[in-house]
C-alpha cells in the first residue's frame, strides 16, 4: 500500500510562490501517474494537475496553466507542484494521490491513496 504525504503549503501574499511536495512511502509510484487535486469547505475536490508515470507528459487545469508545473523525481519517490503568481481564488487545500490508469484523468474518481493534503492560503 502506498502512504502519500503532502507538504509545502503556507501563507503566501498574491503574486508569490510555493512548492508542493508529495512524498510517497511504502511502494515505488515510478509506475504510476500522479495527480493534484486541490478543495475548499462545502466544495468538491478539484483537478489541478497531474503527471504520467515517466514525467514526459502533463496536463492541467485551465485556471492554473501557465501558472503551476507538475514534475516528479522516481528515485526520490516525490512529486512537486511549483505554484507561481499564486491568486487568493488559489487558496485550499491541496492533495496529491496516485492514478489508476497510466493515461492522465482529471477526475478524482480515478485516483487513490490520497495524501492529508496540505493548506495553501493565499492573502490578497
Known amino acids: 500500500q502506498v502512504q502519500l504525504v503532502e507538504s509545502g503549503g503556507g501563507l503566501v501574499q498574491a503574486g508569490g510562490s510555493l512548492r508542493l511536495s508529495c512524498a510517497a512511502s511504502?511502494?515505488?509510484?515510478?509506475?504510476?501517474?500522479m495527480g493534484w487535486f486541490r478543495q475548499t469547505p462545502g466544495k468538491e475536490r478539484e483537478f489541478v494537475a497531474t503527471?504520467?508515470?515517466?514525467?514526459?507528459?502533463?496536463y492541467y487545469a485551465d485556471s492554473v496553466k501557465g501558472r503551476f508545473t507538475i514534475s516528479r523525481d522516481n528515485a526520490k519517490n516525490t512529486v512537486y507542484l511549483q505554484m507561481n503568481s499564486l491568486k487568493p481564488e488559489d487558496t485550499a487545500v491541496y492533495y496529491c494521490?496516485?492514478?489508476?490508469?497510466?493515461?492522465?484523468?482529471?477526475?478524482?474518481?480515478?485516483?487513490?491513496?490520497w495524501g492529508q493534503g496540505t493548506q495553501v492560503t493565499v492573502s490578497s
Open positions: 494521490a496516485t492514478g489508476r490508469l497510466p493515461s492522465l484523468d482529471d477526475r478524482a474518481s480515478r485516483y487513490d491513496n
Open positions: 503527471i504520467s508515470w515517466s514525467g514526459a507528459n502533463t
Open positions: 511504502g511502494r515505488t509510484v515510478s509506475s504510476y501517474a
